[in-house]
Structure formats: C-alpha cells, structure tokens
C-alpha cells in the first residue's frame, strides 16, 4: 500500500524554467513532509520540510506547498539550474519519531 | 559534522551467501533507521532503532534478514541467506528530530 505518491517519473526543465515537482499521499494522519534530493551512487540529501500547521515553506530557490484538503504537496525550484538534476523524493510521517514513507522519485534534468 | 558512514559501499554475493553492512550514524543522534531501495522504487523502512532498542521492525523479513545496533551507537544489518530479489541500495540513516541523515548506502548485487 502505496501511501506517499509521485506519479510523475521524469520531468525536463529549461535552465532559468521553474520546475515543479508534485507528491501526493493518503494518510490524513501525515503531519510533517520532507523533500530530498539523490545524485547517483550518493545516499539521499534532505532538501526542505514542511509541518502540517503551514501551507508554504521557502528556503531560496526552493518551496514546498502543502494542500491538507487534497493530500498533495509540492516543489517549486526557481530558477532551475542544470545542478538541480537529480532524483526528488518526497517523504511523510506520522508523529515524531514514527517511520518516514517515501514516494517513488522523480527524476528531474534540467537542460542547460 | 561528519556524516553517517556506511561501509562497504559495493557488494557483489551469490545466493544463498551471507553478507553484513555497518553503519555508523552521526554523533548524538539517537534514531536510526536501515531502508531498502529496490532499483525504481523510493525507499522502504526495514528497522528502526531509539538508541538500542527497536521501534519498528514490521517490514523485516525476520527469517533471513537481522539487526543490531551495537550499545545504541553502530549498527549492522545482516542478510543470512542472501536470495536473488534482494538486489538493491541498502540505506542507513539517523536522526536528533525530525530530519533523516543518509549515509551513501552499500549497493549489493545478488548472483
């Protein structure tokens, strides 16, 4: 059972482009969600966080938005760069201290 | 800050061989955590310790697969007998709060 979702596997972005990177989950219960960033052969890197109190989160170039009504939140990368080509998880837990679920990945390439 | 180690980086088994991954988590970190990433697929929680004790071992396969995690400190994570399918990226990572720290995870290869 499937309960953090990212149905998109790829996405191709313009260097200087917002990319835009969605998940969605199932569990009402989620209260934190994490964005993290994997290069190849190297382990995954956390990138931004968001609790379920706040509906945007900024830090520079990247944004979360979180939607509680419809479950989705998403990743905003602005202005993308071609450093930013890599492969995103998003990440949802239940209460401090229980197990993260992880979404599939999706693998963005910014093209210069 | 150093990061979380995880040693050895490549393992190349044939089934029915054993194998053990170490892990060592960033210092004062209590919580740690060993994912399987199946090649595709985003990584999924074998067992999570607070300090020496387990929180979470639901998704281990018990019958060939054990953890411990030495005096609340280093972990292993040990594969006895080892089976085609468990081909994959074998992540550690610890955390203080709410934040996950991954190691670069022991690729193992299954023959």
């Known amino acids: 059972d499937q309960q953090v979702k990212q149905n998109s596997p790829s996405l191709s972005v313009q260097e200087g482009r917002i990319s835009i990177l969605n998940c969605d989950y199932t569990n009402s219960m989620f209260d934190y969600f994490l964005w993290y960033k994997k290069y190849p052969a190297e382990g995954p890197t956390f990138l931004i966080s968001i609790s379920s109190i706040k509906d945007k989160n900024e830090d520079g170039r990247f944004t979360v938005f979180l939607n509680k009504s419809a479950k989705h939140l998403s990743l905003h990368i602005v202005p993308s760069q071609p450093g930013d080509s890599a492969v995103y998880f998003c990440a949802a837990q239940r209460n401090t201290g229980n197990q993260f679920y992880f979404g599939t990945g999706t693998s963005l390439t910014v093209i210069p | 800050e150093a990061g979380v180690a995880q040693s050895p980086r490549y393992k190349i088994i044939e089934k029915r061989q054993s194998v053990a991954f170490w892990c060592n988590p960033i210092s004062g970190h209590a919580t740690l955590y060993w994912y399987q990433q199946i090649l595709g697929q985003g990584p999924k929680l074998l067992i999570q310790?607070?300090?020496?004790?387990?929180?979470?071992d639901s998704q281990l396969p018990k019958d060939r697969f054990s953890a411990e995690r030495l005096k609340g400190v280093d972990s292993t994570l040990k594969i006895q007998p080892a089976k085609l399918e468990d081909s994959a990226v074998y992540l550690c990572?610890?955390?203080?709060?709410?934040?996950?720290?991954f190691g670069p995870g022991t690729r193992l290869t299954v023959l």
């Open positions: 990572a610890s955390s203080l709060h709410n934040t996950q720290y």
């Open positions: 310790f607070q300090n020496n004790g387990v929180v979470d």
